[in-house]
Each structure stands twice: as C-alpha cells, then as structure tokens.
C-alpha cells in the first residue's frame, strides 16, 4: 500500500525534485478523492536547515528513525558526492530489510547504490550521470535510455522531470489510474509519457581521431541525401572495401553503416527542431528516402517517432509533421 512516504534529503538536495515528492505525495487532494498519504521530510538533524543546490534551505522535521515506519521511502536528487553519510545509508538499509519501498528521483539513485540497494537489479538515473554511475557501481543493471525502472520494492527515476513520471507510476500501481489521473490533472502533468531518456540525450557522435579518413567524413555530412555505400566511400578514400572498413572501425569506433544511419538521424533531428518541413521531405533530405524508413531508425536511436520528437522540441512555430 502506499499510505506514508518519507523523503530523505542530503545537502545540496535539489528544490525541484525534492518539490516533485512534495507535490505528488505530500499535498492533501482527498477532496479529489485520492486516499490521504502521510508525508514526512526527514534528515540526519531535524530541526536544522539543510541547505539546497540553490542557495536556499529546507527543515527536516523528521529524523532518519522514521525511514523504518513508512511505506516508501524516496530519495531526490542531491549533489553526487564521493561519500555517502552512514547514518543515512544505514537508514536506508533498514527501511529496505523491513518491507519499505525504496523509490530515487534522478541523482538520488547514487545514494541507493552506495547502500547497495542496487546490486544485481535493473536501475537508472540522468543520463549525463551514467558513466559515472557504472564506474561506482558495477553490479548495478543501469538502463539510461528509460524514464524509469520499476523492480517492485526499488523504483528509480531518471533526471528531473521523469521524477514525476516515476511518482505517478507508483501511485498508479499502488493506489490505481485514477487516484494518478486526477494528481496528474491537478499538477498539469500528462499521467504517462512516451518514450525514455534517449529523446533528451545528445547522441554521441563517433569521431575520427585519425586524419586520413576526415575528409571523407566531411564530405558524407555534407551529402547525407545521396546514396552512400561501403564500396563508394571506399573509392572515395582510395582504399579497398576491406582496409577502408577495418581502417574506419580503428578510427571511428563504430561500423560505416552504423555512422551513416547515426549522422542521418543527427540531421532529421536538427530539421524537426528548426524546421516545418513534411516527415517525407526530411527523409529524402537525410538520405532515408522513406518516411517509413526514417522512423525505423530514428525510433531505434532516439526512443520516440520523430512526429513525438518534433512535438516536444521543434522551435518553429507550427511546425507540425505531414
């Protein structure tokens, strides 16, 4: 059942994610019929400020003895840090041993692996965070390309707003649809959203640390609309098929048919942001030469179609998919 919440915030826990709980969990909206939550801020010294990432405080009224008397116990996002506070950890330990939920709102998943929460199960967090993550924790399953990831008593969420994703799902699972709807309505939320973190994240564009094959490189970029092969770049750069492969996958890191696909998308990305051009038109510039092809590979690398991609990033007022 999800009856009581606690959040345990850190210093330089983050306003808004912690705000994310507060909203979703802490704010009375049994006149909309959704069952009461006793909501609980706890830290190491209640009574004492804990200063934020803002420049600003909050007061804990509770201390980490209540981590063991609630149904879920959160964790927002606060400053990675290299060393977690043992009081804290242990708390969370505890509240796990005794049945408790253990739900991570963005960098806050840290906090659940320095605990060892994480050993062994699926996870995530912000994606710029990632790296780093895994180097800490490698036991962890960690998925940047989601939202969130629910493994039943550990929920994790990625950066910021997927916090209230994550939020509303567990209301959703523990309470129902319609006690997440109506908190949905009331915060202007979509109930859920589509697609992951990979929407948001800047691909990663494979680069030629090598000379030889850069102006071919440059060239493909700048005609992503023609018909590319293996056998013509090859050409291109003077080499067989054979030696401009190898040589390519020891300078880019990544396959010729792979780079291509990723350096189309990059584009198709660029034009739905700033662009009103058709789905189709965009195809044939990129190189695609369908729509139903464009979508295949955007969706694969990106997360979302690109009509829902345009949707949430296009700058071009009424810029809208045809």
């Not at 067989?240 to 048919?257: L, Q």
């Not at 189309?264 to 195809?283: K, N, Y």
């Not at 190189?287 to 990106?302: D, E, I, K, Q, T």
């Not at 179609?305 to 998919?321: E, K, L």
Request: aromatic content about 6%.
């Amino acid at each position: 059942m999800l009856r009581s919440v606690a959040a345990v915030v850190l210093d330089d826990v983050a306003p808004f994610e912690l705000g994310v709980l507060c909203e979703v969990f802490g704010l009375d909206r049994t006149a909309d019929g959704v069952p009461p939550i006793d909501f609980r801020v706890c830290g190491q010294r209640p009574g004492e400020p804990v200063r934020t990432s803002v420049g600003m405080q909050v007061v804990p009224e509770h201390g980490l003895d209540e981590l063991t008397r609630v149904d879920v116990v959160a964790v927002p996002a606060a400053r990675v840090r290299d060393t977690y506070p043992p009081e804290v950890l242990d708390g969370l330990r505890a509240a796990a041993a005794r049945g408790a939920v253990l739900l991570s709102v963005c960098t806050g998943a840290f906090a659940l692996g320095a605990a060892g929460l994480l050993d062994g199960r699926r996870c995530t967090t912000h994606w710029y965070h990632a790296a780093e993550f895994r180097r800490r924790f490698p036991a962890a399953q960690l998925d940047p390309a989601v939202l969130y990831v629910d493994e039943g008593d550990v929920v994790t969420s990625a950066g910021t707003a997927a916090g209230i994703d994550a939020c509303l799902h567990l209301v959703r699972r523990e309470l129902g649809s319609t006690a997440a709807t109506r908190i949905a309505r009331r915060m202007v939320v979509p109930p859920q959203r589509d697609g992951g973190q990979r929407q948001f994240i800047d691909l990663p564009v494979p680069e030629c640390t090598g000379e030889s094959l850069e102006p071919v490189l440059a060239w493909v970029q700048q005609t992503l609309d023609a018909d590319h092969d293996v056998a013509s770049l090859a050409a291109r750069a003077q080499m067989s098929p054979r030696t401009f492969a190898r040589r390519f996958v020891a300078e880019t890191g990544t396959t010729p048919n792979q780079w291509l696909v990723t350096q189309r998308v990059l584009h198709a990305r660029r034009l739905l942001e700033d662009t009103a051009l058709g789905i189709e038109q965009i195809a044939r510039k990129c190189g695609f030469g369908s729509a139903a092809l464009l979508r295949h590979h955007f969706r694969n690398l990106v997360g979302v179609t690109p009509r829902d991609y345009r949707r949430t990033f296009a700058r071009t007022a009424g810029s809208t998919p045809r």
